[in-house]
């Protein structure tokens, strides 16, 4: 034992040294096992070998972690600072009570003790990186950034890139904060780390983002692992691929770019431009395959198989000539007799039969996924084949939870058994969980909310629709029990069959109007009605069933139409109803190509920029719905008062630039200042209003 483990544990060579000794090793022991995760046996081991060295510094820091790590954040700072005591040049007790007052949000001590840290060891990495983190959240990223350089020049990690990145982003240099990022996925990958390159990405021009080196190829991944909704980086992959093939001398059909692979078979295409080109590479692709079948093949199956995925994603709104119509009918009629016949069927003629309509509605097409898989066939075979058959095994075992007799809810139904919606094809992105209490006083801090306690919670879904929302939700929070209802049962069947891909077989999903809700027993602590209340005969009827459901206390996220940001949508709900165009998919066609043809000049024109522009159903819930209703914030700020709701926060990428405005509403929640703030921005909520309450204690 040294001169500075003897004062460290309060001895000076005395004859406590084998009393000294003796706590060390158990000191030793100890750490291994709370390295292992074994935090009980490892606190009995702290507090032994305190008994036998009680200044022990080692012992006190770390039986101080532990105590921070299972939620006894007070008594673990009293250890803490015994151990600062027991050794004042030691710089881990005052990194680990930095620690402890940031989870305390004691941030201006969490800051001066980091410092301390560091005066004593410099090249302390993790109090560099935490330091950093702290800066940047008291909003002094150009301090951050200094400390976060010198951590990676240290010892590169996962936190010390997210935190620069952010850093950097937040100064104002976009440019360099995704080359940290691009640096630190090269490196491993975080999950924070590729949430960041999202929020990186969507804030590029397309013209330069890729330059930057390795930015297409984690665009790629971004959109097939996923680390998001690949919807949300749909528009910047189709701005660079059509600003690529605009420079390029081939067309589309020749490119095996795994960047149009990832778009093409993940997300809608959602760009004007691309899909024209798109459309003609089918028609180029099926003109060529009846001229000359063999070098067909030869050439172009990846991309036709990419370009067929496609086509299904986007539920085959791409337009369609007569001559199409004619060879696609004769192709499809080769093809069924080839297979009642049990003969082999060209993989090219398979590809575009499925760019042009579902293979499950070919004729044998059951022959077709009986026959060995063949790559890149095999993947159209299992998502338009095996994946519906699937949902129609899975359709005739969904409950139904109340009858469904309400005419307007019968009609909604109905639209959603035609189109269920959404269609969405890639995995949800995993995340760490987050407990339900922390994520809202991290969100909304300075809210007037009341902690529900970390314990598990029970969550209902209302209105899951396809359940990718469900999904996110139990992997966002995993509650205790999860129930997912919607009117449609074809909706129900996709979110089912999507739930067990993604592992999450214990959410119950089941077929309810929630009108008819009022009779069920439970009661959760979470409500989620994103989308659906808007879409109801009234809206505020069955806003008052999902709140009895409610415990007090409980939480609801609620996302509801804003009518300023829809004055467009409207407006153009009346040329349908003039023109007469069908909720079909041939009358979804001419109403895109109606949209699409008028002068840009024309307020119109612009719903061809919206993403739910891009694909059948999600054309048809945006611009020919069966209902819907459409809101202002102050008739939603009367319901809340009259229902005793709460509101903690709106979720809205305007908060800074409300804030500048109101600097006066720390919790921005005053819905007064709100509607003022749209009045003259009316595209602020063009993504809904999407907000949290809270109920009121009885």
Known sequence: MNRKQRRAAGTHGSAADGDVRHGEALFRQALQLHQAGRLQDAEALYRNALAFAPRHAGALN?????????????????????????????????????????????YADA?????????????HVEARTNLGALLLRQGQPREAIEHLTRALELSPSQPAYA???????????????????????????????????????????????????????????????????????????????????ASADTGLEDDDDPLLAALLTTTPVIDAELERLLTAARRALLDHHDADPAAAANDWLGFAVALARQCFINEYVFDVTADERRQVAALNDELAAKLAAGAAVAPMAVALSAAYGPLHALAGSERLAAQPDREPVAALV????????????????????????????????????????????????????????????????????????????????????????????????????????????????????????????????????????GALERRFDLIDASGVLHHMRDPFAGWRVLARLLRPGGLMYVALYSAAARAEIRTMRDVIAAKGFP??????????????????????????????????SDCRDLLMHVQEHQFDLPEIGAFLDAERFTLLGLETRTEARYRRRFPDDAAATDLTNWARFEADNPATFAEMYQFWIQKRPD
């Open 62 to 106: 770390y039986l101080g972690v532990l105590h921070h790590q299972t939620g006894r954040s007070e008594a673990a700072a009293e250890l803490v600072r015994q151990a600062i005591a027991a050794d004042r040049d030691n710089a881990e007790p005052r990194y680990s009570l930095g620690l402890i007052h940031a989870s305390l949000g004691q």
């Open 111 to 123: 800051i001066a003790q980091t410092r301390r840290a560091l005066k004593l060891n410099p090249d």
């Open 163 to 245: 935190n620069l990145g952010q850093a950097l982003l937040e100064d104002g240099r976009a440019d360099e904060a995704i080359d940290v990022v691009l640096r630190g996925l090269r490196d491993g990958g975080s999950a924070n780390l590729k949430s960041l390159f999202v929020m990186i990405a969507r804030a590029l021009d397309p013209a330069t983002a890729a330059r930057h080196d390795g930015f297409r190829e984690a665009l790629a991944r971004a959109l097939t692992e996923p680390w998001c909704r690949p919807r949300d980086l749909a528009k910047l992959c189709c701005r660079i691929l059509a600003q690529q093939l």
């Open 382 to 517: 299992t998502q338009q084949i095996r994946e519906p058959a699937k949902e129609r095994e899975i359709r005739a075992k969904i409950p139904a939870l109340t009858p469904i007799t309400d005419a307007t809810s019968t009609a909604v139904r109905a639209q959603y058994e035609e189109n269920p919606y959404p269609r969405w094809s890639a995995p949800v992105a995993d995340r760490p969980p987050l407990a339900l209490d922390r994520y809202i006083r991290a969100r909304f801090p300075a809210a007037p909310y009341r902690g529900i306690g970390e314990g598990p919670i029970d969550l209902l879904v209302a209105g899951c629709g396809t359940g990718m929302h469900a999904i996110e939700r139990v992997i966002q929070f995993r509650p205790r029990h999860t129930l997912a209802i919607d009117l449609s049962l074809g909706s129900l069947s996709y979110a089912t069959r999507k739930s067990r891909e993604a592992g999450l077989s214990a959410i119950e999903f089941a077929q309810a109007d929630i009108l008819a809700l």
């Open 583 to 616: 909720p079909t998919l041939d009358g979804i066609r001419k109403l895109r190509r109606d949209i699409i043809s008028r002068d840009p000049s024309d307020p119109l024109r612009r719903i061809a920029d919206f993403p739910d522009f891009f694909s059948a």
